[in-house]
């Protein structure tokens, strides 16, 4: 598995990072922390967590972070992996009402080092962001934790580029590092944002993509996979692609990808799974896409995606030359 380095870091992680959203409620930790195993067998050392991850399933509260937790703690593996949580996420109940106070990120902080049994982060992400704010208390907030030794670096979830931009310049001014990455959704499959019903989320779109194409910001995507869509396709699982999939990836112009994807697998030997990742990770800027992985075999086959390598003719190609449409 090939590393990729973040840019404004001395972090090199693997080329994918592992997600875990519904670790610990979702998917019971026995089973998570054979996914995390054998995430780290294949060569992983990118975990990717959240505060609220698996908060809306019934159970125990940040059943995600508390699962890796006692994983790292059980294993003493905290010093090989690249450890990323998320804060500042608005209350579930009050997905509009932001929460991006000093004191409420310093909160969630501490509560994620509590939950992750570890002293540090290597990259903390603002899981959402509040544009009533002024950039500049949020990344002086940040940077204090940086200074204090708890958080290494962070970065942005969900942000829109005027947004980070004015974030970067607030930092560059002051002589300090700013956001090292941003998290967004973005996979091969175009999508309608609006239809993802939740407004507070941001897809990767032309001026972001233009934005990492200048800056050389890493870019770490969520739904990374599509969740799936192209491979349940390409094996004649149709049925298997849940309708809120549908409505999200349904269309004409991903029918036309899955044809592509399909071509390009019978000519490179790639699997389609390698290739919906490939797609992300021979992007001309730092791209590691985060995937979700339900199984041992998934978790696998999405890890082979590591070491592929395509030419940006075949990444055009693949989107038909609007990667950025998203
Ligand atoms: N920052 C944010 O706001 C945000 C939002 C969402 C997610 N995330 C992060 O991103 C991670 C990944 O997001 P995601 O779960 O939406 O990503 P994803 O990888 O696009 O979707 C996961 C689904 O893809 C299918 N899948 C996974 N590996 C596969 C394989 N090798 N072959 C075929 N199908 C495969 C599985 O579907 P089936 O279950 O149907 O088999 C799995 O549940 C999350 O765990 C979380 O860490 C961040």
Not at 115 to 135: C, E, F, K, M, S
Not at 203 to 227: F, K
Request: aromatic share 8%; with cysteine.
């Amino acid at each position: 598995m090939r590393s990729s380095a973040i840019p404004q870091t001395d972090l090199a992680p693997s080329a994918i990072c592992l997600g875990s959203s519904n670790f610990g409620n979702g998917i019971a930790p026995a089973d998570a922390y054979q996914l995390l195993d054998a995430y780290v067998a294949c060569g992983g050392t990118f975990i990717d967590t959240a505060a609220v991850y698996a908060n809306w399933l019934p159970g125990e509260k940040n059943s995600s972070e508390k699962t890796i937790g006692r994983w790292l703690a059980a294993n003493g593996r905290r010093d090989s992996i690249v450890l990323a949580t998320k804060g500042a996420h608005p209350e579930l109940a009050t997905m509009h009402v932001p929460r991006m106070s000093p004191a409420e990120i310093l909160d969630d902080l501490e509560t994620s080092l509590r939950n992750l049994q570890t002293g540090w982060i290597d990259i903390y992400w603002l899981h959402r962001d509040d544009t009533a704010r002024p950039v500049a208390e949020i990344i002086d907030t940040l940077h204090g934790q940086v200074a204090a030794g708890k958080i290494r670096y962070f970065a942005c979830s969900n942000w829109r580029a005027e947004r980070i931009a004015a974030a970067q310049a607030y930092a560059a001014g002051r002589g300090i590092t700013g956001f090292v990455a941003n998290q967004m959704r973005w996979s091969l499959a175009q999508i309608d944002p609006a239809a993802t019903g939740d407004p507070t989320t941001v897809a990767m779109d032309d001026v972001t993509y233009a934005y990492h194409r200048r800056t050389e910001l890493a870019a770490i995507p969520y739904s990374s996979q599509a969740g799936g869509y192209f491979q349940k396709m390409a094996q004649g699982r149709a049925g298997d692609v849940r309708p809120n999939q549908q409505k999200l990836f349904g269309c004409q112009e991903n029918a036309a990808r899955l044809a592509r994807v399909q071509q390009l697998a019978q000519e490179t030997g790639y699997s389609v799974s390698q290739l919906v990742l490939a797609y992300l990770t021979n992007q001309p800027f730092p791209t590691i896409p985060i995937v979700g992985c339900r199984s041992v075999a998934q978790v696998e086959d999405s890890m082979r995606a590591g070491d592929v390598y395509l030419t940006s003719e075949q990444v055009d190609w693949l989107a038909r030359g609007d990667a950025q449409k998203q």
